[in-house]
């Protein structure tokens, strides 16, 4: 089987994948030469240079060289389609993006050979309106098969577009791995660590978080919130924390070297989010064995084992946020079975391999339907 895998954002998840499906099939990955995901503004950073340390060398790779904008994308689309085509896949597997020149590129093949991952049914509250809508919707139409990563996006996804239901499979998120390749060991868990980690938005629930912090350090005073990650909205929460020695604040890039820093440091990673699809956050944490404890929204209770992986609370209750994070960090027996049994699901449900093959199935179920 040859498989042709089109990204423009999602860049660690279609690295993982990709790695995984060269254990067992012929794979090319067509990705764009942006460095968003792996530098900060400020820094930039050589996509090709990230490739060479992550990328199994089996896996074929393309870059498409320059901006949407640009000119010269005319020339671009024809040299990637010559590379592609003469690759002979037999599926077409894109990650949901808005880049014309990947819409242009998939539209050269055949419907019957297109797969495609939506990792986010809809938009999360507070996002700019979205321009790119025609360019979602044509994926969405044109795709033989949607993965998305739980049912209740299924389930969503269904109630949004009744037309796409029989098309949708789904696939959990996998865990995250690369970041490991720094990982010397040497950093110590700190006893008392509370992480949350990722683009810090509104709808991530902070200011949930920020409210729940009182109570926790009320029960442990030693207690440490480390919130970690980029995002402007920051500002509007700065000043509840700027003072109160309780917090420890990154609000900035975190290089893809220095991931783990954070992980290791943690007791506990929170997620106190009032609304989400899914989260790579969590099989992240789990690849680090740590303890979860999130909300009720979205694919996210599908993936946390209430009382087995980490707890799941409601939306928006900082009292029952605080509550089970006091729980955790107040039994070091229950904090170690936890993190014992993320570390596990993250080797088995949530690993490349498991995932790959989920995947694999996907594709041979076309092939043979044709």
């Keep these: 089987m040859r498989v042709v895998l089109f990204i423009d954002w999602f860049l660690y998840y279609t690295v993982e994948l990709a790695n995984a499906l060269s254990n067992e099939t012929e794979v090319m990955l067509v990705t764009r030469d942006h460095d968003y995901e792996i530098a900060p503004g400020s820094r930039k950073a050589d996509i090709g240079e990230f490739l060479d340390d992550c990328l199994d060398p089996r896996v074929r790779r393309e870059v498409l060289a320059f901006r949407q904008r640009s000119l010269k994308n005319v020339f671009e689309v024809i040299r990637v389609y010559r590379k592609v085509r003469a690759f002979r896949p037999q599926i077409i597997h894109v990650q949901e993006n808005s880049d014309w020149r990947i819409a242009c590129l998939t539209s050269f093949f055949s419907g019957r050979k297109l797969v495609l991952t939506v990792h986010d049914v809809v938009r999360h509250p507070g996002k700019q309106k979205e321009i790119f809508r025609p360019i979602r919707h044509f994926f969405r139409r044109r795709s033989r098969r949607i993965i998305v990563h739980g049912n209740s996006l299924k389930r969503l996804l269904a109630s949004k577009s009744p037309t796409l239901e029989d098309r949708v499979?789904?696939?959990?998120?996998?865990?995250?791995?690369?970041?490991?390749?720094?990982?010397?060991?040497?950093?110590?868990?700190?006893?008392?660590?509370?992480?949350?980690?990722?683009?810090?938005?509104?709808?991530?629930?902070?200011?949930?978080?920020?409210?729940?912090?009182?109570?926790?350090t009320r029960e442990i005073p030693e207690t440490k919130v480390l919130i970690v990650g980029t995002g402007k909205e920051f500002e509007k929460y700065e000043a509840a924390v700027r003072m109160n020695p309780s917090f420890e604040?990154?609000?900035?890039?975190?290089?893809?070297?220095?991931?783990?820093?954070?992980?290791?440091?943690a007791s506990v990673v929170v997620l106190p989010y009032i609304e989400a699809s899914q989260s790579g956050v969590i099989p992240l944490a789990y690849a680090f064995g740590k303890p979860v404890v999130a909300t009720d929204v979205g694919s996210i209770?599908?993936?946390?084992?209430?009382?087995?992986?980490?707890?799941?609370?409601?939306?928006?209750?900082?009292?029952?946020l605080a509550e089970a994070v006091v729980t955790i960090l107040k039994n070091p027996d229950l904090?170690?079975?936890?993190?014992?049994?993320?570390?596990?699901?993250?080797?088995?449900?949530?690993?490349?391999?498991?995932?790959?093959?989920?995947?694999?199935?996907?594709?041979?179920?076309?092939?043979?339907?044709?």
């Design 335 to 370: 904090k170690s079975r936890m993190g014992r049994n993320a570390a596990e699901k993250a080797a088995t449900d949530l690993s490349w391999k498991t995932i790959a093959a989920e995947t694999l199935r996907v594709y041979a179920s076309m092939i043979r339907h044709e």
């Design 301 to 320: 209770p599908e993936v946390v084992e209430n009382g087995k992986t980490g707890f799941i609370v409601p939306p928006n209750d900082p009292g029952k």
């Design 169 to 216: 499979r789904v696939i959990p998120h996998g865990a995250f791995t690369v970041y490991g390749k720094w990982d010397d060991g040497l950093i110590q868990e700190e006893p008392g660590t509370v992480l949350f980690f990722g683009y810090i938005s509104k709808y991530k629930g902070i200011d949930v978080l920020i409210e729940a912090q009182p109570w926790i």
């Design 249 to 265: 604040v990154h609000n900035e890039f975190v290089p893809t070297e220095d991931v783990h820093r954070y992980f290791r440091r």
